[in-house]
């Protein structure tokens, strides 16, 4: 009885060790920019729950194979959740004071 408590209490943690979810499944660039919002929004949803459980995981007691493995994961979220971004218009600083400049000697 004992055995079987040390090596349920062993299986137990080590599942617990490693994030517990399963790896998201991984989409080209094509494939998001074809996807309607509802799944878009799903699918960030999706990569943001991932993220925080990633985030949960205690590196310092990872092997190395594992730690790359996260890392990679992590990149590859960070990417796609760039290909959700709605990429606005940014105006520097210099650029909008000569704007505001042209605006006031047109006017």
Same mark, same amino acid.
Request: without cysteine; neutral net charge; hydrophobic residues 45%.
């Given at each position: 009885?004992?055995?079987? +408590?040390?090596?349920? /209490? *062993? *299986? ?5 060790? =490693?994030?517990?979810? @399963?790896?998201?499944k991984r989409l ?7 996807? +309607?919002?509802?799944?878009?929004? /799903? #699918?960030?949803?999706?990569? @943001?729950? #991932?993220?925080?459980?990633l985030q949960e ?5 990872? @092997? #190395?194979? @594992? ?8 990149? =590859?979220?960070?990417?796609?959740? #760039? ?6 218009? =940014? ?15 047109? *006017?």
């Amino acid at each position: 009885m004992k055995k079987i +408590s040390i090596a349920l /209490m *062993f *299986f137990v943690s080590s599942t617990l060790l =490693y994030a517990g979810g @399963e790896e998201i499944k991984r989409l080209d660039q094509q494939t998001v920019l074809e996807m +309607s919002e509802e799944d878009r929004t /799903m #699918r960030v949803n999706e990569l @943001e729950d #991932r993220l925080v459980q990633l985030q949960e995981i205690d590196f310092k007691q990872l @092997e #190395r194979a @594992e730690k790359k493995e996260v890392r990679s994961e992590l990149r =590859y979220i960070k990417k796609e959740m #760039r290909a959700h971004a709605n990429h606005g218009v =940014y105006i520097s600083g210099a650029g909008l004071i000569i704007i505001i400049l042209l605006a006031i000697l047109i *006017f």
